[in-house]
């Protein structure tokens, strides 16, 4: 078969040919349909702290068909169509049994990060089947998806609540998505660039926002008070400031943006607020099974975040693309 392979230490990723992987016991082999790019492999591919390593396969927004079932597999069947939960977990320790949170594992059971590659075998357990209402692209989007809807459940936006994503790439895109379907009231967005200024309004925002000197009186304009919840999206250093300036009094921050670096703020603002932050990562299964039942119920389709696909082969060069500045939003590898 043919895989994404990253050298490590920030090298260019090649496209390899590999032997053919087979199912151990409790393990489906799949056919990879599509693979969503993720920021995440951006960052982890450029040879800084939180890399991916030496020589490894990536891709983690898959979806495919299962071709061959290993023994002790019950659940599934050939011919399947399913969405992969690449974080493997143990089920055993404190972030398992209190969490249900597989990033959160404690006793770590491999990895299912695999999708940048014809073929892929993994556990049983990290397969969720398609409904016959979704495609494979719905499929490849339903990890993403899961992040935002966790996160954003963390966030506990109540009925009315007003809000304000700061961000407009895909994760906030999904939590503007999340925030309506839980019933949040006004909900504004705010980005450096108005690029995805109508996808962001398609997916649930009343208004978008630039950040600039008028972005509080735009904010104040837009929402009537102070947000009840800032979903911080960005992952940039300043943005967790810039949240906490916004949130109302007793107001909740959700930070899902995954900074990187050090990103100080003044406590006392934050004190005179009354404020709280959370930060969140990863998902669980219920993730994963809700949004495959839900998700072609929604009052969008969230597939209009695809701004196009590209080859495996074209995977090097559109990593590279995607480091500039670009019209992307979501960026499918199929096969």
């Not at 075998?121 to 966790?150: F, H, R, W």
């Not at 999904?174 to 009231?185: D, E, P, S």
Request: glycine share 12%; hydrophobic share 45%.
């Amino acid at each position: 078969m043919r895989a994404a392979i990253y050298p490590g230490h920030g090298g260019p990723v090649t496209i390899e040919t590999l032997a053919d992987p087979r199912p151990a016991p409790g393990e489906v082999l799949i056919r990879v349909s599509r693979c969503g790019i993720c920021g995440t492999d951006l960052a982890m591919t450029r040879g800084g702290a939180w890399d991916y390593g030496s020589g490894v396969q990536f891709g983690h927004e898959y979806a495919g068909e299962i071709v061959e079932l290993g023994r002790e597999v019950s659940a599934f069947r050939v011919g399947d169509r399913i969405a992969v939960m690449p974080s493997l977990a143990c089920g055993r320790c404190t972030g398992c049994r209190a969490h249900g949170n597989a990033v959160l594992c404690q006793d770590k059971q491999g990895s299912a990060i695999l999708g940048f590659s014809e073929l892929a075998a993994i556990p049983q357990g990290a397969a969720t089947k398609l409904p016959a209402v979704l495609s494979m692209a719905d499929g490849a989007l339903i990890e993403p998806l899961a992040i935002s809807l966790y996160g954003v459940q963390l966030a506990a936006i109540r009925p009315g609540d007003s809000v304000l994503v700061l961000g407009a790439g895909s994760v906030a895109l999904y939590a503007i998505y999340w925030a309506r379907r839980m019933g949040a009231g006004r909900i504004a967005v705010m980005s450096r660039s108005p690029r995805r200024a109508a996808l962001a309004l398609d997916m649930g925002a009343e208004r978008f926002i630039a950040f600039g000197e008028n972005e509080a009186g735009e904010r104040l304009e837009a929402l009537g008070w102070a947000p009840a919840v800032v979903l911080e999206c960005v992952g940039a250093q300043g943005m967790l400031m810039k949240a906490l300036s916004h949130v109302a009094p007793l107001g909740r921050i959700l930070s899902l943006g995954f900074c990187t670096a050090p990103d100080p703020v003044i406590p006392a603002l934050g004190s005179h607020k009354c404020a709280s932050i959370q930060f969140s990562v990863g998902y669980s299964m219920r993730e994963f099974l809700y949004i495959a039942d839900q998700v072609d119920k929604g009052h969008v389709d969230p597939k209009r975040t695809i701004s196009s696909t590209v080859t495996l082969d074209e995977l090097p060069a559109t990593l590279a693309m995607l480091r500039s500045p670009n019209a992307e939003t979501k960026v499918h590898v199929t096969f």
